[in-house]
């Protein structure tokens, strides 16, 4: 089983910066891609950022230049910088990751809890 645990959600001013971390445990082989969607109330779960194993990126539109995406492979962590904050930013973040659990398995997506990032305007 995989464990996918987020941090460091809060409340922030518009303008202000929050970073967002994601450690995945538990039978790990491998991480190929691992990313970050948001979700809010009403609304279906939105892509903001993706990273694959050999750090290649990807981010929405509405993100682009004022996120950051990293991980440590290492350490099986991602990582979301998040600047310039506005209100519309305001969501429960999701981390996933897409985990091998053996040599012989074929990847597998799992999901975090979500984190809730509140953006006051």
């Known amino acids: 089983q995989v464990q996918l645990v987020e941090s460091g959600g809060g409340l922030m001013q518009a303008g202000g910066s929050l970073r967002l971390s994601c450690a995945a445990s538990?039978?790990?082989?491998?991480?190929?891609?691992m990313g970050w969607y948001r979700q809010v109330p009403g609304s279906q779960r939105e892509l903001v950022a993706t990273i694959t194993s050999s750090g290649s990126t990807n981010y929405a539109d509405s993100v682009k230049g004022r996120f950051t995406i990293s991980r440590e492979n290492a350490k099986n962590t991602v990582y979301l910088q998040m600047n310039s904050l506005k209100p519309e930013d305001t969501a429960v973040y999701y981390c996933?990751?897409?985990?091998?659990?053996?040599?012989?398995?074929?990847?597998?997506?799992?999901w975090g809890q979500g984190t809730q990032v509140t953006v006051s305007s």
């Open positions: 538990g039978s790990i082989f491998s991480i190929n891609a």
């Open positions: 996933n990751a897409d985990v091998r659990r053996s040599i012989h398995s074929a990847s597998v997506r799992s």
